[in-house]
């Protein structure tokens, strides 16, 4: 069929065709951010889940909807050794000016870009002026204390905002990169905005193992923010996901085709839209994709995965690292035992810790609990078998880019 029509969208953090499954979080979401608008309590957010099923395009969506109620919406992308200070610097200085737009500084947000100029003058002094030439304010956000200056800086925009009849979103994916500190800093703020009901909220997306994150920087985190655990699509939902999209463009799915793309993806919803990708593009048309054609497209599909998706993980791994991952793999899909992945490789458990830590570090794997270590990337155990098992290993490629979502 015709490839320019081809409705499907595999990418990171590229909005699907059609989002399903996930309308319990968006109208969640959605209230707590007119609740806030009227200065009552609501918590901020942390999405948490795999790889590729979708958080990316939720914060996409939360700052859709916070924008249709006249919010500000700013956003980051955390990533390992990530200068915090200046991030957060750079978020406020953004959000003031959009909250100052159209007025004259002084009547509206004098006093938050004083604040911001006395956080950035003890935080990051030689950053350049992110503050319009506005004098630091003398006793706000310069105590040298991150949690406290943060937490008047998160306080004085919620109040320009406040003045303003507006709110500030921030969102922060990849969440899960932020030092314990930091993590502690953005926590300790929110929580004031939170007791003085300023319309300030933070939606953070990160990997399985954030919740515990959060919970060891600051102990009340488990109340201050609302959990959502994102998961793959039910039956249902990935067969909608699916279907919509070429109901759109006049074209129908055969149930037996569905059935295949739903036995092989599991639901996930990046991989949907890459079976759907493939599928389109090689079904005769000209206007049913069968079952044959799914079929047919079952190894392009996993090729595409094992060649973008998976690969551009396993190939910033070291030869060490990669032996793990082989070990994780040939138990199955997990979560496994610490344990058991060293007793695989020959190793003790703290022999094999390094490389357990630094494959965590690097986004590869997380701990969903003590001494238990598990993929980030769903179906990765199958890739990785492949990969090493059956094919050359692949290259010794740390040099690659940095960038790991694909949500």
Request: charged share 25%; hydrophobic share 45%.
């Amino acid at each position: 069929m015709d490839s320019v029509r081809n409705p499907y969208s595999p990418g990171a953090g590229t909005p699907p065709p059609a989002l399903v499954g996930r309308g319990e979080e968006i109208e969640q979401f959605d209230v707590a951010v007119q609740r806030l608008g009227l200065g009552r309590p609501a918590r901020s957010v942390l999405l948490t889940g795999l790889r590729g099923v979708g958080k990316t395009v939720l914060l996409r969506e939360f700052g859709r909807i916070a924008a249709g109620h006249g919010w500000i919406h700013q956003s980051l992308e955390a990533r390992e050794r990530l200068d915090f200070e200046a991030s957060a610097a750079t978020l406020a200085r953004k959000a003031l000016l959009r909250l100052s737009a159209g007025r004259r500084v002084a009547d509206l947000a004098r006093r938050a870009f004083g604040t911001l100029a006395s956080f950035q003058l003890r935080w990051r002094p030689d950053s350049g002026d992110l503050t319009l030439g506005i004098d630091a304010l003398p006793g706000r956000a310069d105590s040298g204390d991150l949690e406290e200056d943060l937490a008047d800086l998160f306080g004085a925009i919620g109040e320009a905002a406040r003045e303003r009849g507006a709110g500030v979103l921030f969102t922060i994916d990849e969440i899960q990169y932020l030092s314990k500190d930091s993590l502690a800093s953005l926590i300790v703020a929110l929580h004031r905005t939170s007791q003085e009901q300023l319309p300030l909220m933070a939606v953070g997306a990160g990997l399985p193992s954030v919740p515990a994150l959060a919970g060891e920087a600051k102990s009340y985190a488990e109340r201050l923010f609302a959990f959502h655990e994102i998961n793959s699509l039910d039956a249902a939902e990935a067969a909608q996901a699916l279907v919509a999209p070429a109901q759109a463009e006049g074209v129908r799915w055969q149930p037996g085709a569905l059935d295949v793309v739903l036995d092989a993806t599991k639901g996930y919803p990046y991989f949907l839209q890459e079976f759907g990708k493939q599928s389109w593009d090689i079904a005769a048309g000209p206007a049913t994709i069968a079952r044959a054609d799914v079929e047919a497209a079952v190894p392009i599909a996993k090729e595409e995965l094992d060649s973008g998706f998976f690969r551009v993980r396993l190939d910033r791994s070291t030869p060490g690292e990669r032996a793990y991952l082989s070990a994780m793999a040939s138990l199955g899909a997990g979560p496994h035992r610490s344990a058991d992945v060293a007793a695989v490789m020959g190793r003790t458990t703290p022999g094999a810790g390094s490389l357990r830590d630094a494959l965590i570090k690097r986004g590869l794997c997380h701990a969903p609990r003590r001494g238990v270590v598990a993929f980030t990337v769903p179906m990765f155990d199958e890739f990785v078998r492949r990969r090493l098992t059956h094919g050359p290993p692949a290259p010794d490629a740390r040099s690659a880019g940095d960038h790991l979502g694909a949500d």
